[in-house]
């Protein structure tokens, strides 16, 4: 279950063995302006698209960044995330919890090959849509 914890840190368990039937945990969220979005915001390689700010911080320390997104999406703890998340669990708990399309090994790859864009493309993915994911619980 994803609302289980890892003992006495409370963190909620990733989700990471592929996708419900309905497309991913929520089945597709309701964006801020209406209708139902199962696609990412924010692309990839759009890395300065919310501003440069972002694109650099990922650059520079990508650990931290991936903090901050997974933070900022359920408020989990910063330092938690930081020091004990890997990437592809990072983007892999904010992809399903958005409800976007996508799979584990896509969540490895994007990650793994490129994880400065996928830091960023987390930051400005939680920045755009917050904690949105809460709505539904």
């Not at 972002?54 to 650990?63: G, K």
Request: with cysteine; glycine share 14%; hydrophobic share 25%.
């Amino acid at each position: 279950s994803t609302q289980s914890t890892w003992g006495y840190l409370n963190q909620p368990l990733p989700r990471i063995m592929g996708k419900s039937k309905k497309g991913g945990q929520g089945g597709g969220k309701k964006k801020k302006g209406g209708g139902s979005s199962k696609e990412w915001d924010a692309g990839l390689l759009g890395c300065c698209s919310a501003g440069l700010g972002n694109c650099v911080y990922a650059y520079f320390c990508t650990p931290c960044a991936l903090a901050s997104a997974r933070s900022k999406f359920d408020t989990s703890n910063w330092c938690f995330n930081c020091l004990c998340l890997t990437s592809p669990v990072t983007y892999n708990i904010i992809r399903e919890g958005y409800g976007i399309e996508g799979s584990c090994t896509t969540d490895i790859c994007k990650s793994c090959l490129c994880p400065v864009c996928a830091a960023a493309q987390l930051l400005n993915e939680t920045q755009k849509r917050g904690d949105e994911h809460n709505t539904k619980r």
